[in-house]
């Protein structure tokens, strides 16, 4: 039988303990005194213990909030701090240069079309582009996305961690990421919305994630149906300080899986994150999709704070005190920004080879902007739809292609105006002239109709053509 007397001596571990004096209350005896020395490896005071009282009652240990700061005496070895130079030896001064640790890419056989959810492909397409860090808080319509990964991460020896809450996830994936590890999330506004300040530290610090955010409705918690509420937020408001990240604008479930794996190409090519934007039904919509025919295993970037020998001189940290240097990097940013801008824009032209009439949308509005194409177009209208792919960078390449022959175009969008806002800005930047245009547009996780969209087109377009005539 256990009694006080043949219990073990508390012991403490130094370097577990914060100085908080809860032990110092607990014991009857007297034991245990505030420090008055700091301890090197951790800068805070650890307490002083004199046992000659101590009658081994053990309420010490009970009352230290930390797992490792009191512990029973003959546990020492376990509690062993090992520093990690023994594994690789110390941390050099001129760091080596990383050996290179490349991606492989490996072929797949053809497979038959398969019939999923947004969400889910986009989760395929992750597995395939290699992730297998997780991170997540769920919130509804993404987290079917989440449930999946919780399922395939363990059997394909990842990992998939279900946060305390979007600051916790974010600061995981900046974390994994940092190592060089592919990771992924899938939220929705509110927590997108919570993200954000780490999201301005990935970027800083140039790590690469990739984020799903499946739309809702907004301000606040608003609801959960599909408005287009996060395109400003994702194109301009990435947190605090000189942030931008690639936003890809995925219309079908074919597109969240291809999305996805490309995500993950730019994410590492330019060591950022990248955000996909979907909508509440784009994220539960099933509809067809083909595998790709190749699968990615990744290696490890020179870059990456990874515990080999060769990449102990990396350190990731968004921190730069010194102004100068601050401004420096900023200006590496802006180069790198300006690089994406120039590189990757994207776009899927619709009918728009004699388009008098563009339509402009994205995400699930640019499929009823499609059918009202198709109807207009059988009216006798010249329609077409230019569908950004990238949100940010927006494609006005492209789009200034349009220019000389619309006469008019027409914004379709499930928001107050976002989308448009992007190309308006686009278009001032790009020193191009601002064309004949108005909107359709529905919020509260309303989506413009095919009929708005038609009905508006016939009444706006046909008398902005008839002044030009
Ligand atoms: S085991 Fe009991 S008596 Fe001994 S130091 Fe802890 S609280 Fe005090
Ligand atoms: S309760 Fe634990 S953390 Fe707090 S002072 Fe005591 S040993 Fe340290």
Request: glycine content about 10%; overall charge negative.
């Given at each position: 039988?256990?009694?006080?007397?043949?219990?073990?001596?508390?012991?403490?571990?130094p370097?577990?303990?914060?100085?908080?004096?809860?032990?110092?209350?607990?014991?009857?005896?007297?034991?245990?005194?505030?420090?008055?020395?700091?301890?090197?490896?951790?800068?805070?005071?650890p307490v002083?213990?004199?046992?000659?009282?101590?009658?081994?009652?053990?309420?010490?240990?009970?009352?230290?909030?930390?797992?490792?700061?009191?512990?029973?005496?003959?546990d020492?070895?376990?509690?062993?701090?090992?520093?990690?130079?023994?594994?690789?030896?110390?941390?050099?001064?001129?760091?080596?240069?990383?050996?290179p640790?490349?991606?492989?890419?490996?072929?797949?056989?053809e497979?038959?079309?398969?019939?999923?959810?947004?969400?889910?492909?986009?989760?395929?397409?992750?597995?395939?582009?290699?992730?297998?860090?997780?991170?997540?808080y769920?919130?509804?319509?993404?987290?079917e996305?989440?449930?999946?990964?919780?399922?395939?991460?363990?059997?394909?020896?990842?990992?998939?961690?279900?946060?305390?809450?979007e600051?916790?996830?974010?600061?995981?994936?900046?974390g994994?990421?940092?190592?060089?590890?592919?990771?992924?999330?899938?939220?929705?506004?509110?927590?997108?919305?919570?993200?954000?300040?780490?999201?301005?530290?990935?970027?800083?610090?140039?790590?690469?994630?990739?984020?799903?955010?499946?739309?809702?409705?907004?301000?606040?918690?608003?609801?959960i149906?599909?408005?287009?509420?996060d395109?400003?937020?994702?194109?301009?408001?990435?947190?605090?300080?000189?942030?931008?990240?690639?936003?890809?604008a995925?219309?079908?479930?074919?597109?969240?899986?291809?999305?996805?794996?490309?995500?993950?190409?730019?994410?590492?090519?330019?060591?950022?994150?990248?955000?996909?934007?979907g909508?509440?039904?784009?994220?539960?919509?099933?509809?067809?999709?083909?595998?790709?025919?190749?699968?990615?295993?990744p290696?490890?970037?020179e870059?990456?704070?990874?515990?080999?020998?060769?990449?102990r001189?990396?350190?990731?940290?968004?921190?730069?005190?010194s102004?100068?240097?601050?401004?420096?990097?900023?200006?590496?940013?802006?180069?790198?920004?300006?690089?994406?801008?120039?590189?990757?824009q994207?776009?899927?032209?619709?009918?728009?080879?004699?388009?008098?009439?563009?339509?402009?949308?994205?995400?699930?509005?640019?499929?009823?902007?499609?059918?009202?194409?198709?109807?207009l177009?059988?009216?006798?209208?010249?329609?077409?739809?230019?569908?950004?792919?990238?949100?940010?960078?927006?494609?006005?390449?492209?789009f200034?292609?349009?220019?000389?022959?619309?006469?008019?175009?027409?914004?379709?969008?499930?928001?107050?105006?976002?989308?448009?806002?992007?190309?308006?800005?686009?278009?001032?930047?790009?020193?191009?002239?601002?064309p004949?245009?108005?909107?359709?547009r529905?919020q509260?996780?309303?989506?413009?109709?095919?009929?708005?969209?038609?009905?508006?087109v016939?009444?706006?377009?046909?008398?902005?053509?008839?002044?030009?005539?």
């Amino acid at each position: 039988m256990t009694t006080i007397a043949n219990r073990p001596e508390p012991m403490l571990l130094p370097e577990y303990c914060k100085g908080c004096g809860r032990c110092i209350d607990s014991c009857t005896k007297g034991c245990i005194t505030l420090g008055t020395e700091i301890n090197p490896l951790t800068g805070l005071v650890p307490v002083v213990l004199d046992l000659e009282r101590c009658n081994h009652c053990g309420l010490c240990i009970e009352a230290c909030p930390e797992p490792f700061g009191l512990n029973p005496e003959g546990d020492e070895a376990a509690f062993e701090v090992i520093d990690p130079a023994h594994v690789s030896g110390p941390r050099p001064f001129d760091a080596p240069i990383p050996e290179p640790w490349p991606d492989a890419i490996v072929p797949l056989p053809e497979r038959t079309t398969l019939v999923v959810k947004g969400t889910y492909a986009a989760a395929m397409g992750a597995v395939l582009a290699g992730c297998r860090h997780v991170f997540g808080y769920p919130i509804t319509p993404s987290t079917e996305g989440a449930e999946l990964m919780a399922k395939v991460q363990p059997a394909l020896g990842g990992v998939f961690v279900q946060a305390v809450s979007e600051v916790a996830t974010v600061n995981m994936m900046y974390g994994a990421g940092g190592a060089g590890k592919r990771c992924i999330t899938f939220t929705s506004s509110p927590g997108f919305s919570l993200m954000l300040e780490g999201v301005s530290y990935l970027i800083g610090a140039e790590v690469p994630a990739v984020f799903v955010n499946i739309m809702r409705g907004g301000p606040g918690l608003g609801n959960i149906a599909p408005e287009q509420a996060d395109i400003k937020l994702a194109c301009r408001g990435l947190g605090h300080g000189n942030t931008k990240a690639i936003v890809l604008a995925p219309a079908t479930p074919q597109e969240m899986l291809d999305l996805t794996m490309l995500a993950f190409e730019l994410a590492f090519n330019y060591r950022n994150p990248v955000v996909i934007l979907g909508d509440g039904y784009l994220g539960q919509m099933t509809g067809q999709v083909r595998l790709p025919d190749h699968m990615v295993v990744p290696g490890i970037p020179e870059w990456a704070v990874w515990g080999d020998h060769s990449h102990r001189g990396n350190l990731i940290c968004s921190i730069e005190l010194s102004e100068v240097g601050l401004e420096q990097h900023n200006q590496a940013l802006d180069a790198k920004y300006a690089r994406m801008a120039a590189a990757e824009q994207r776009a899927d032209l619709h009918r728009c080879d004699d388009a008098e009439v563009v339509l402009v949308a994205c995400n699930t509005p640019a499929q009823l902007a499609k059918g009202a194409v198709k109807e207009l177009r059988a009216k006798g209208v010249k329609a077409g739809l230019f569908r950004p792919i990238t949100l940010w960078p927006f494609p006005v390449d492209a789009f200034a292609t349009l220019l000389p022959a619309a006469r008019h175009v027409v914004v379709v969008e499930a928001s107050s105006g976002q989308l448009e806002d992007e190309l308006r800005l686009a278009l001032s930047h790009a020193d191009l002239p601002l064309p004949s245009l108005s909107h359709v547009r529905r919020q509260g996780g309303m989506l413009p109709s095919q009929r708005e969209i038609v009905d508006h087109v016939l009444a706006v377009s046909n008398a902005s053509l008839e002044r030009v005539r």
